[in-house]
């Protein structure tokens, strides 16, 4: 059973930056991804950033250049920092990782205030 645990997250002003960390445990494939998706009300789940196993990465537009991916292969982590962060990122933040099929962690809330 593979599960993903989260922490950070939290409430910042607009300019401010928050970290996201997620710990995978349990039976991971070597070829996986992980990353980060957000949901905010009324909108659908997006992709925020995704890094494979192999390194390559794959970072939504609208966060290019102010979130960055990182991941410690060997310990299951995988952490997203945020600088420069608008009220328009506020929304609840899920890992992920696909290793046959998906999993989500339980869910962060980052709130930005202007």
């Known amino acids: 059973q593979v599960q993903l645990v989260e922490s950070g997250g939290g409430l910042v002003q607009s300019g401010g930056s928050l970290r996201l960390s997620c710990v995978a445990s349990g039976s991971i494939s070597r070829l996986n991804s992980m990353g980060w998706y957000r949901q905010a009300p009324g909108k659908e789940r997006e992709r925020v950033a995704i890094?494979?196993?192999?390194?390559?990465?794959n970072v939504a537009d609208t966060v290019k250049g102010r979130f960055t991916i990182s991941r410690d292969n060997a310990k299951n982590t995988v952490t997203l920092q945020m600088n420069s962060l608008k009220p328009e990122d506020t929304a609840v933040y899920y890992c992920y990782l696909r290793s046959g099929i998906d999993y989500w962690g339980q869910g962060s809330q980052v709130t930005v205030s202007s």
């Open positions: 890094k494979l196993s192999t390194g390559m990465v």
